[in-house]
């Protein structure tokens, strides 16, 4: 059986530019993937067919997967006529805004890219993750880096400065598709991502705090108030910034120093079920 790891990403910045013709948002988006990953297995099948199975019962398993989606890709277009049986071992909370569906679409583009000898760069990779979804060549790589365009076109980017990043999910669950329905284009507060680039190449930990912003948050926020007090909470025990990622719900806090992580993993544990406390990864993936 073959593995890949799968990890989460966070925004760093998150900012809509405008509206395409094709109905897509033009975005300009930081991410950097974090220390949070679901694992991917793949094991050849001898029936040509693709199947899914995930240690989450309401995911679904069919053609709606992402991975499925990602291995019916590969298979079509290199005319493969092995199938695979795919078990997502997932960590990553699900409908979070942490691009855990994205994440495992690029993993299978990697592992099958193995499995079957397909032999492509992470270049080409990429490409084919576009079809997939918006998140997904960047997930390809992994890293830190700016995706602009529909969130395929990616640039690489600096590692962050070395620090903790806490992690809290309310239990709603967010859909992409109806926070970007209540947007209004006109009226966005546009963070500063030349300046989040600034800081990146300069390794400033400060300037990276001032310049965390994401677009979407106050249209998450308005709607639900748990992301709001969530916020404050996280604020109140001592993060040095804080912000939401993708669509959100869930809410992030950057900490410098290693002592406060305990306070704060720890006062939010009182009333959110999913905190996690961990690094960014920075590094991106390589192809062996
Ligand atoms: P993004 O940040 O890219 O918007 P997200 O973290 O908000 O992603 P996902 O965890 O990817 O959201 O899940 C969104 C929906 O996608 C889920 O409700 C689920 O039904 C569907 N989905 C499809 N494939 C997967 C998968 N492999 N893992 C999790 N969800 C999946």
Same mark, same amino acid.
């Given at each position: 059986?073959?593995?890949?790891?799968a990890?989460?990403k966070?925004?760093? +910045?998150?900012?809509?530019?405008?509206?395409?013709?094709?109905?897509f948002h033009?975005v300009?988006m930081?991410m950097?993937?974090?220390?949070?990953?679901?694992?991917?297995?793949?094991?050849?099948?001898?029936?040509?067919?693709?199947?899914?199975?995930?240690?989450?019962?309401?995911? *679904?398993?069919?053609r709606k997967n992402l991975a499925y989606q990602a291995?019916e890709l590969?298979?079509?277009?290199?005319?493969?006529?092995?199938?695979?049986? %795919?078990?997502?071992?997932?960590?990553?909370?699900?409908a979070?805004g942490l691009a855990g569906g994205s994440s495992d679409a690029a993993a299978t583009l990697?592992?099958?890219?193995?499995?079957?000898?397909?032999?492509?760069?992470?270049?080409?990779l990429a490409e084919h993750a576009a079809e997939i979804g918006s998140d997904v060549s960047f997930c390809v790589?992994?890293? +830190?880096?700016?995706a602009?365009s529909r969130g395929e076109?990616i640039?690489?980017?600096? +590692? *962050?400065?070395?620090?903790?990043? %806490?992690?809290?999910?309310?239990?709603?669950?967010?859909?992409t598709a109806?926070?970007y329905?209540?947007? $209004?284009?006109? $009226?966005?507060?546009?963070? $500063?991502?030349?300046?989040? %680039?600034?800081?990146?190449?300069?390794?400033?930990?400060?300037?990276?705090?001032?310049?965390?912003?994401?677009?979407?948050?106050? %249209? +998450?926020?308005?709607?639900?108030?748990?992301?709001?007090?969530?916020?404050?909470?996280?604020?109140?025990?001592?993060?040095?910034?804080?912000?939401?990622?993708g669509s959100? *719900?869930?809410?992030?806090?950057?900490?410098?120093?290693?002592?406060?992580?305990?306070?704060?993993? $720890?006062?939010?544990?009182?009333?959110?079920?999913?905190?996690?406390?961990?690094?960014?990864?920075?590094?991106?993936?390589?192809?062996?």
């Amino acid at each position: 059986m073959l593995y890949e790891k799968a990890p989460a990403k966070i925004n760093l +910045t998150l900012d809509v530019l405008h509206k395409r013709d094709d109905g897509f948002h033009e975005v300009e988006m930081v991410m950097t993937t974090v220390d949070l990953a679901d694992r991917v297995w793949f094991r050849s099948r001898e029936d040509g067919r693709i199947v899914v199975k995930t240690s989450q019962p309401f995911i *679904p398993t069919d053609r709606k997967n992402l991975a499925y989606q990602a291995a019916e890709l590969l298979k079509r277009v290199y005319q493969i006529h092995a199938g695979v049986e %795919i078990i997502l071992e997932k960590s990553i909370p699900v409908a979070a805004g942490l691009a855990g569906g994205s994440s495992d679409a690029a993993a299978t583009l990697r592992g099958l890219n193995r499995l079957w000898k397909l032999d492509l760069s992470l270049d080409r990779l990429a490409e084919h993750a576009a079809e997939i979804g918006s998140d997904v060549s960047f997930c390809v790589y992994g890293g +830190t880096a700016l995706a602009t365009s529909r969130g395929e076109v990616i640039q690489n980017l600096p +590692t *962050p400065p070395n620090c903790w990043v %806490i992690l809290a999910k309310p239990s709603i669950s967010v859909s992409t598709a109806d926070i970007y329905g209540n947007l $209004n284009i006109d $009226n966005l507060a546009h963070p $500063n991502t030349a300046g989040m %680039i600034e800081a990146l190449e300069t390794a400033n930990y400060e300037s990276m705090c001032a310049t965390l912003g994401n677009v979407l948050e106050p %249209i +998450t926020m308005k709607l639900y108030p748990e992301v709001v007090t969530l916020k404050e909470q996280m604020k109140k025990f001592g993060a040095d910034a804080v912000l939401m990622s993708g669509s959100g *719900p869930t809410v992030y806090g950057l900490v410098k120093h290693e002592s406060r992580v305990p306070r704060i993993y $720890n006062g939010l544990k009182g009333f959110c079920r999913e905190v996690y406390a961990i690094r960014m990864i920075g590094e991106r993936h390589s192809l062996d």
